[in-house]
């Protein structure tokens, strides 16, 4: 079972930046997919990052070139950098890990971690 734990949450004004961690309690691969989910009060969970095998990343739309997922397999930790952060980027921020061990999907969450951003 890996654990994994967000941080670097918090309170940040319109415009401001914030870098968000994922510390997984194991060792993460190269194939492994790591993601930034986010969900909103009364809104669905929603994918906002995803860091694949060989480098390869994907951005939802609406947080394209102002986030950048990132991540240090030596560390087992993947990074969420936000830049010109607005008020609807306000969410609870969660890490996932989805790995494929023998034709099975293991999917693995964090327990997520609070973004504010004030007008």
């Known amino acids: 079972q890996v654990q994994l734990v967000e941080s670097g949450g918090g309170l940040v004004q319109a415009g401001g930046s914030l870098r968000l961690s994922c510390a997984a309690s194991e060792s993460i691969f190269d194939i492994d997919v790591m993601n930034w989910y986010r969900q909103a009060p009364g809104k669905q969970r929603e994918l906002v990052a995803s860091s694949g095998s060989g480098g390869s990343t994907n951005y939802a739309d609406y947080v394209k070139g102002r986030f950048t997922i990132s991540r240090d397999n030596a560390k087992n930790t993947v990074y969420l950098e936000m830049n010109s952060l607005k008020p609807e980027d306000t969410a609870v921020y969660y890490c996932?890990?989805?790995?494929?061990?023998?034709?099975?999907?293991?999917?693995?969450w964090g327990q997520g971690t609070q973004v504010t951003v004030s007008s």
């Open positions: 996932n890990l989805r790995r494929i061990i023998l034709g099975s999907l293991l999917t693995y």
